[in-house]
């Protein structure tokens, strides 16, 4: 293609091709925003990619080693399969436990039968990812291992993933919504409008972070189901982080209401929330694709903190946080390591919500 036709091109390219032509030449954002479509992809089929019911206990079953998977026989034919589970009782305590046995595999199969849930909350199944030939899954499959409740870690993790992701999602889009409007008309009216919301803003902003989640965890019944304290964590998160955004779109707003366009659309009758949403913030949109790209992990992260340190969602509720708890134990590490797996995605979706962001900022002005 030559210079010129590549030139008329750019020219007559709207906005979002502008922004994915350059989007696609940072390939770190890519790669980030496939791993981000990956864990949102693992959190809504989540029901079908865990095979063990993540209520499952049994005692019998605490500390179980994460199981290796043997892809190939003897003949090196692909032919994946777990040693099976045998149980043994200790001559002292009598306590049964539960060990894999070499002498004896079980088959590993794909869409293999499991606990009944329903699928996207509609359609009852019991259909799973994976399933073991001849055996239920809780008794022969434990991928990444078990907990002092004998509970499945790789089924609880994946189920995790859906709370503490939708959790930052909703968080995000409340905040998102929440900023822009409120810092748009803070910046677009002024006066005592102005005057009330940066005063409400400093007010929450003044707020000692520690004391208000401690005072709120007290304030939360212990009678609440798992999905009203989900409810109200994520209404407060989204309440409290709105402010930032809100600074940022009033100080942009402050210096657009002046421009020429903003009063042509003045006069020819526009309507003050038009002028906020089609005129005045997709003129500084990489400045709000920034905002969200680092409100979105730090949802994430406050979630996934409040619950580690019981301040959030609380048992039964499952999510990367309160899993984490069992991990804080040293006495605990020391005899089961593996429950450490749970940092793991959390590290790895902060880091490419964090690259992905870069990317969608510099993409979003494809003309600087």
């Known amino acids: 293609m030559s210079a010129t036709t590549a030139e008329n091109k750019v020219a007559v390219a709207s906005q979002r091709q502008l922004i994915w032509w350059r989007f696609r030449k940072h390939k770190l954002a890519l790669v980030s925003a496939f791993i981000v479509a990956a864990f949102y992809l693992v959190a809504m089929f989540a029901d079908t990619i865990a095979y063990t019911e993540p209520f499952d206990t049994q005692s019998a079953r605490s500390y179980i080693p994460p199981q290796p998977i043997t892809w190939f026989d003897a003949d090196g034919h692909f032919h994946p399969t777990v040693n099976a589970l045998k149980g043994k009782r200790d001559p002292r305590t009598f306590k049964l436990s539960y060990a894999p046995d070499p002498g004896e595999t079980r088959d590993l199969v794909l869409f293999g039968h499991g606990y009944e849930y329903r699928l996207f909350g509609l359609i009852p199944t019991d259909i799973h990812l994976l399933g073991v030939s001849n055996s239920r899954p809780q008794d022969a499959l434990f991928l990444l291992g078990t907990d002092q409740l004998g509970r499945d870690v790789f089924s609880r993790l994946v189920l ?209």
């Open 160 to 368: 995790a993933s859906r709370t503490s992701l939708t959790i930052g999602l909703v968080g995000v889009v409340m905040s998102l919504v929440l900023g822009v409007l409120l810092g748009g008309i803070s910046g677009l009216y002024g006066g005592w409008i102005d005057v009330v919301i940066q005063r409400v803003i400093e007010i929450l902003r003044s707020i000692p972070t520690i004391p208000l989640w401690m005072g709120l965890a007290a304030a939360v019944p212990n009678s609440w189901t798992p999905q009203q304290v989900y409810f109200v964590i994520t209404l407060i998160i989204s309440l409290i982080g709105w402010t930032e955004l809100a600074r940022v779109v009033r100080g942009r707003f402050l210096a657009l209401r002046e421009e020429d366009f903003i009063t042509a659309a003045e006069l020819a009758g526009a309507s003050q929330m038009r002028i906020i949403f089609k005129h005045m913030v997709p003129s500084f949109l990489s400045h709000i694709i920034a905002a969200v790209s680092l409100a979105l992990p730090a949802m994430i992260i406050s979630e996934t903190t409040l619950s580690f340190l019981g301040l959030g969602l609380r048992p039964p509720a499952i999510s990367w946080g309160v899993l984490l708890q069992d991990a804080q134990n040293l006495q605990t590490l020391a005899l089961a390591p593996w429950l450490l797996v749970v940092a793991l995605p959390v590290i790895v979706v902060i880091l490419a919500f964090n690259f992905l962001g870069d990317g969608l900022r510099d993409a979003a002005d494809p003309y600087g």
